[in-house]
């Protein structure tokens, strides 16, 4: 396989780069601004030349490593939007999408990857945001593509939806095509966790797995600005309810043979999914290790990108580089 050149910024647990590195790209520099998740990348992958810095202080003129690079990748923060005022709130995940872009002015990668909302791609309410990426990236000289996937498509028993930028210099652009679904039947969290329910002799597993019959809700990690680790609001603790599952917080252990969690106090006969089985439903690799205690650790899993979508991306810009 040939192999090429990357920077990733925001890189956060890894999800990105470890898709695009099983697609054939060696990252030559990370970048998080958040001490657990450098933590994370260096444990998995101690060679990486992970920077810990927060992206709007990063000057490439201090990091030469980062020039004539095939590609510049960002997991980034994802952006909203205010429903009421229809516009895109001023704060710092648009701040930091700006960054990645006129970062491309310096670094001049063959090739940009952004992955964020699926909103960013048509949302009326990006419109300014998408107008400042097209102004810029013309002026440099790249075509691009907007387009949504779906990370169930993937084989990510996840229904979660990615607004994905490709960018890429004229004479690479011809050759890119979008991936297409790797997985024609999602995979079910029954499916996709039976075994971990099993692991401590759980009787009612399988009866449980047949009741979880459909693609996890979008794990979202939560801010780091409220409480606990939990499975989202209470229209997506419905639907995890309907698996049988509770998405009121995360437990420390999988069912014991009478079904018994003992780290559980609720009281509900609803089981609670662990840190691990999150990271299964985002599609990382068992001996993915995830520093800092349990609610950090689902944080970093819920904001990652998922790495089967980033290889399939991975895949798709290096056809594209090496044609």
């Known amino acids: 396989m040939e192999r090429f050149r990357s920077v990733d910024v925001c890189s956060g647990a890894g999800g990105l780069a470890l898709g695009l590195e099983r697609a054939g790209f060696d990252p030559v520099l990370l970048l998080d601004n958040k001490p657990v998740a450098c933590e994370t990348l260096r444990r998995n992958r101690s060679t990486w030349n992970v920077l810990e810095m927060d992206l709007l202080d990063f000057d490439p003129a201090e990091h030469q490593e980062s020039y004539d690079v095939d590609l510049l990748s960002a997991g980034l923060p994802r952006v909203t939007s ?27 990668p063959r090739a940009l990857l952004i992955e964020n909302v699926p909103g960013l791609v048509d949302g009326p309410e990006f419109t300014a945001v998408r107008d400042f990426i097209r102004k810029e990236l013309q002026h440099l000289g790249y075509k691009f593509h907007w387009f949504i996937l779906n990370a169930a498509d993937f084989g990510v028993p996840q229904d979660r939806k990615h607004g994905v930028l490709v ?26 966790l039976l075994a971990s329910m099993s692991q401590r002799g759980w009787r009612g597993a399988d009866a449980w797995a047949i009741q979880a019959d459909r693609v996890a809700p979008t794990l979202v990690g939560g801010s780091d600005n ?5 499975l989202g609001l209470t229209g997506t603790k419905k639907a995890w309810a309907r698996m049988g599952i509770n998405g009121g917080a995360l437990s420390d252990e999988v069912p014991g043979p009478d079904g018994t969690q003992e780290s559980d106090t609720s009281g509900s006969d609803l089981k609670k999914i662990t840190v691990a089985q999150t990271a299964i439903l985002q599609s990382f690799p068992d001996d993915w290790i995830f520093a800092g205690r349990k609610t950090k650790q689902y944080r970093q899993i819920g904001h990652a990108s998922p790495p089967p979508v980033a290889e399939a991306l991975g895949r798709a810009i290096a056809a594209a580089l090496g044609a």
């Open 82 to 108: 205010s429903a009421t005022a229809n516009r895109v709130e001023t704060g710092i995940e648009l701040r930091l999408l700006e960054a990645t872009v006129l970062l491309a002015h310096a670094v001049q």
């Open 226 to 230: 409220r409480g606990g680790a939990d």
């Open 167 to 192: 960018a890429m210099k004229d004479r690479f652009f011809h050759a890119f095509d979008q991936p297409a679904p790797t997985c024609s039947n999602h995979v079910t969290v029954g499916e996709a």
